[in-house]
Nanobody
Framework: QVQLVESGGGLVQPGGSLRLSCAAS????????MGWYRQAPGKERELVAA???????NYADSVKGRFTISRDGNKGTVYLQMSSLKPEDTAVYYC?????????????WGQGTQVTVSS
């Protein structure tokens, strides 16, 4: 089973920054695009950023210009640099493989990493 391990979350004030990491096991990282999803309390999980194997990126309108997704092939890791954080960014963040429709390909999830934006 593919393992996805997210880390880097925490408590940050509005306007602050955080860098999330997702380590993916095996060939899953080398052969697939990756994406960051988030789920806020009482809301459905949503795709916020995606990156292809070739490095092309795509973002949800709500985070465009503030979040940057990147990947390190040598480390098998995908990152999400988050800046100018807002309280509405508070959520548990997960990584997965996005399908062309943006839905997650893998049926299972990692433990996620909590991001809380609050003063």
């Amino acid at each position: 089973q593919v393992q996805l391990v997210e880390s880097g979350g925490g408590l940050v004030q509005p306007g602050g920054s955080l860098r999330l990491s997702c380590a993916a096991s095996g060939s899953i990282f080398r052969n697939n695009g990756m994406g960051w999803y988030r789920q806020a309390p009482g809301k459905e999980r949503e795709l916020v950023a995606a990156i292809t194997v070739g490095g092309r990126t795509n973002y949800a309108d709500s985070v465009k210009g503030r979040f940057t997704i990147s990947r390190d092939g040598n480390k098998g890791t995908v990152y999400l640099q988050m800046s100018s954080l807002k309280p509405e960014d508070t959520a548990v963040y997960y990584c997965n493989i996005p399908t062309p429709k943006g839905t997650p390909l893998l049926p299972h999830w990692g433990q996620g990493t909590q991001v809380t934006v609050s003063s």
